[in-house]
C-alpha cells in the first residue's frame, strides 16, 4: 500500500499570519517545495485546509462586494470561525482565544503531503530527510508527524555510526600488528582485514535493511 499511498504529517507549531502577504508567500513556497520533491504526487493530492479556506474567504469578500460593500480583497481568518463550523472542527486546527485583547487567533495546524515508492524503510528515511531540510530553512517551527520517527533517525545515522566503528577498528588492528605480530603473520592479517571490510563497505546498505 505505501508503494501508492504514503501520508507525510507536517505539525506547523508558528502558523503564518495570512493576512501578511510576505508570511503567506513564505508558507506557499515551503510547501511548494515539499510537493516538488520526486516521492510526492504533488499539490493536487496535498491535504491543506488553508487552501480551500482561502477560496472560501474570497467568496465571502466577494458576496459582501454585492451588497455594496466593495474592496479590495485581503486574506484575514475573520471567516475562520464559520468556515470551521462547516467542517466539523477538525482537531488539526487550534484556533483558539488567546490572541491580543482576547481574540482568537490561529496557533497551530497539520497539513500532509502524499507520498509514493515508500515500502522500503530506506526510502521513507531518505523522504523523512529531505522534509526535515526544507522545514529548518522557513520559521514556521514546523515539523514531521511519525510514528516510526526513532527507527528512521537511527536508519539515517547507521551509515555515520559504522564508518566511525570501522575506521577505529583498522586503527587497532594496525596498531596491534605492527608491534607484537611477525611480519608474515601480519600480511596475512592485513589481507583478511581488507577482505572482511571490503565486503563490509559495499554491502552495509543491504545488510542494514534486510536486518529489519
Known amino acids: 500500500m505505501f508503494n501508492e499511498f504514503f501520508p507525510v504529517s507536517v505539525l506547523v507549531n508558528t502558523p503564518p499570519n495570512i493576512a501578511n502577504s510576505t508570511e503567506l508567500n513564505l508558507f506557499n513556497s515551503m510547501v511548494g517545495e515539499l510537493e516538488e520533491?520526486?516521492?510526492?504526487?504533488?499539490?493536487?493530492?496535498?491535504?491543506?485546509?488553508?487552501?480551500?479556506?482561502?477560496?472560501?474567504?474570497?467568496e465571502i469578500s466577494k458576496l459582501w462586494g454585492l451588497v455594496g460593500f466593495e474592496q479590495a480583497y485581503s486574506p484575514s481568518l475573520d471567516n475562520l470561525e464559520f468556515f470551521l463550523d462547516q467542517i466539523g472542527h477538525p482537531p488539526t486546527i487550534k484556533f483558539g482565544g488567546d490572541g491580543a485583547n482576547g481574540t482568537k487567533r490561529l496557533r497551530g495546524f497539520t497539513f500532509t503531503i502524499i507520498a509514493r515508492n515508500m515500502a522500503e524503510w530506506s526510502n521513507r528515511a531518505s523522504l523523512e530527510e529531505k522534509c526535515r531540510e526544507i522545514l529548518v530553512k522557513y520559521n514556521f517551527n514546523a515539523t514531521i508527524h511519525d510514528g516510526d520517527s526513532a527507527v528512521l533517525n537511527m536508519l539515517l545515522t547507521v551509515k555515520i555510526d559504522l564508518i566511525g566503528s570501522i575506521t577505529a577498528t583498522i586503527v587497532c588492528m594496525v596498531v596491534i600488528c605492527s608491534f607484537f605480530i611477525p611480519s608474515q603473520v601480519r600480511f596475512s592479517s592485513t589481507q583478511r582485514i581488507y577482505t572482511l571490510y571490503g565486503y563490509i563497505i559495499p554491502s552495509h546498505e543491504h545488510l542494514r535493511w534486510a536486518s529489519l
Open 37 to 58: 520533491l520526486p516521492e510526492s504526487y504533488g499539490p493536487n493530492r496535498t491535504l491543506l485546509w488553508l487552501r480551500p479556506y482561502l477560496d472560501f474567504d474570497r
